[in-house]
Nanobody
Framework: QVQLVESGGGFVQPGGSLRLSCAAS????????MGWYRQAPGKERELVAR???????NYADSVKGRFTISRDNAKNMVYLQMNTLKPEDTAVYYC?????????????WGQGTQVTVSS
């Protein structure tokens, strides 16, 4: 069983920065994709950024140039550096890990960490 534990959320003023971390544990294949999603009140969960074990990345248009996703494969960690935060970035941020094994897609989620951007 895979477990994901996020940390680093909090309250920040507009223009500020936060760094989210996610630690994955369990039986995890070396080939996988880790990512961050977010869900604001009354909205659907949306992709923020994803990074494959080979380091290829993709970002939501709304965060390009402000957020940077990175990972440490040796530690099974993924990070999200968030700069120039805006009130519309306020949401619960969820860590995600997915991989293919035996022809099936396995998909895991963390418990979420709150990010609030407000003056």
């Amino acid at each position: 069983q895979v477990q994901l534990v996020e940390s680093g959320g909090g309250f920040v003023q507009p223009g500020g920065s936060l760094r989210l971390s996610c630690a994955a544990s369990g039986s995890i294949p070396s080939s996988n994709v880790m990512g961050w999603y977010r869900q604001a009140p009354g909205k659907e969960r949306e992709l923020v950024a994803r990074i494959a074990s080979g380091a290829s990345t993709n970002y939501a248009d709304s965060v390009k140039g402000r957020f940077t996703i990175s990972r440490d494969n040796a530690k099974n960690m993924v990070y999200l550096q968030m700069n120039t935060l805006k009130p519309e970035d306020t949401a619960v941020y969820y860590c995600n890990l997915e991989y293919n094994r035996w022809g099936s897609l396995f998909d895991y989620w963390g418990q979420g960490t709150q990010v609030t951007v407000s003056s």
